[in-house]
Structures are given as C-alpha cells and as structure tokens.
T-cell receptor, first 114, second 114 residues
Framework: DQQVKQNSPSLSVQEGRISILNCDYT??????FLWYKKYPAEGPTFLIS?????DKNEDGRFTVFLNKSAKHLSLHIVPSQPGDSAVYFCAASGQGGGADGLTFGKGTHLIIQP | ETGVTQTPRHLVMGMTNKKSLKCEQH?????MYWYKQSAKKPLELMFV???????ENNSVPSRFSPECPNSSHLFLHLHTLQPEDSALYLC?????????????FGSGTRLTVV
C-alpha cells in the first residue's frame, strides 16, 4: 500500500507560467514533508520542506502548501523556467525520524515548454 | 571531493557474480542509507546506518548485504542476484538520525542483472 502518492506521472507547463505538483499521503503519523528534484543521471536533490505545524513554506520561486485535513500537499513553482524540467519526488517522514527513512512517491516528470 | 559519491555508476552482472557497490560521503554526516529505485516505483528504503550501526533492514533479501566500516563509507555487497533486482541503487546521508533533515543523495549505481 503506497503511503505517499503522486498521481500525475507527468506534467507539461509553458515557460513563465505556474507549475503545480500534487502529492497525497495516507499515513497520519507523517509530520514532515519534503520535495526532491531529480535530473537524469543524477541523484535527487533536496528542494524544499514543510513541517506539519505549518501550512505554507516559501523559498524564492518555490512554495509548498500543506493541507493536513485533506492529507495533501502541493509544490508551486512560479514562474516556471526551462531548468525546472526534472522529476519531482514528494517524500514524508514520520515520528520515527531517520530510523524510518523517508517514504517517497513515484515522482512527477515536469516538462517546461519554451 | 564533497557530497556523496557512488561507484560504479553503471554495473552489469550475471546472476552468479559477486559485486559490491560503494558509497562515500564527505559531509560529516552520521547516518547513511541505501535506497532502491525500480522502474515506475517509488524509492524504497533498504538499509539505514547510524553511527556505523545498522538500525533498519526493510525486509531486504539476504542476497543484499550492507557494510558500514566507518561513518564515511557504506557498501552494498551483491551475490546471486535476480534479473528483477535490476534498478538504480541510491546512497544517501543525513546529518543526524532525526526527522526533518533533507538527505543528500549520491548519483546512484545503475545495476543490470543478466
């Protein structure tokens, strides 16, 4: 049973517009959420995170929103740039902390069209 | 070198071979992880080491054998693998064994079992 779900395998957005990537989770014990970005032939790199005590965290062009009641988070990228084309993974951490590792979604391939 | 380095980048092995994957981190982190990424699946946690002690083994078959000789190095020894073990194997590290810290990933080893 997948505890972190990214239901869109791919997303195509025009350069300069907003990209919205979605993630749903089922485990109510998760209390920290992260987004990772992965280019081909490279490992995932940490992008932005949010604690369950917050509902929004912003870092430059990237904003993550958390809706705990809906068990849903989203990553907004605005404006989208060609270098944003990559696979984006949503990940969650529970109260077990590092011992449980991170639980990842399958990823969404974001394609920024010129 | 900085970051997390994995070698080799690509590996093709027969089902009767024995090989090892190597991971090295120069970040002073205390926890290291092995993840597996199969096609169209989320990243799956395999092993967690904290301060050179294994603290998690996520029901991984015994044909995968991890080794952590010190806090900077992590190995994954492989023997009598199956074709379904073909995947991208990612090593990651984190500063402490605590939730909320983003992981630093290596670029991975692309393993093909023939």
């Amino acid at each position: 049973d997948q505890q972190v779900k990214q239901n869109s395998p791919s997303l195509s957005v025009q350069e300069g517009r907003i990209s919205i990537l979605n993630c749903d989770y089922t485990n109510s014990m998760f209390d920290y959420f992260l987004w990772y970005k992965k280019y081909p032939a490279e490992g995932p790199t940490f992008l932005i995170s949010i604690s369950s005590i917050k509902d929004k965290n912003e870092d430059g062009r990237f904003t993550v929103f958390l809706n705990k009641s809906a068990k849903h988070l989203s990553l907004h990228i605005v404006p989208s740039q060609p270098g944003d084309s990559a696979v984006y993974f949503c990940a969650a951490s529970g109260q077990g902390g590092g011992a449980d590792g991170l639980t990842f979604g399958k990823g969404t391939h974001l394609i920024i069209q010129p | 070198e900085t970051g997390v380095t994995q070698t080799p980048r690509h590996l093709v092995m027969g089902m009767t071979n024995k090989k090892s994957l190597k991971c090295e981190q120069h970040l002073g982190h205390n926890a290291m992880y092995w993840y597996k990424q199969s096609a169209k699946k989320p990243l799956e946690l395999m092993f967690v080491y904290s301060l050179e002690e294994r603290v998690e083994n996520n029901s991984v078959p015994s044909r995968f054998s991890p080794e952590c000789p010190n806090s900077s190095h992590l190995f994954l020894h492989l023997h009598t693998l199956q074709p379904e073990d073909s995947a991208l194997y990612l090593c990651a590290s984190s500063q402490e064994f605590l939730q909320g810290y983003g992981y630093t990933f290596g670029s991975g080893t692309r393993l093909t079992v023939v």
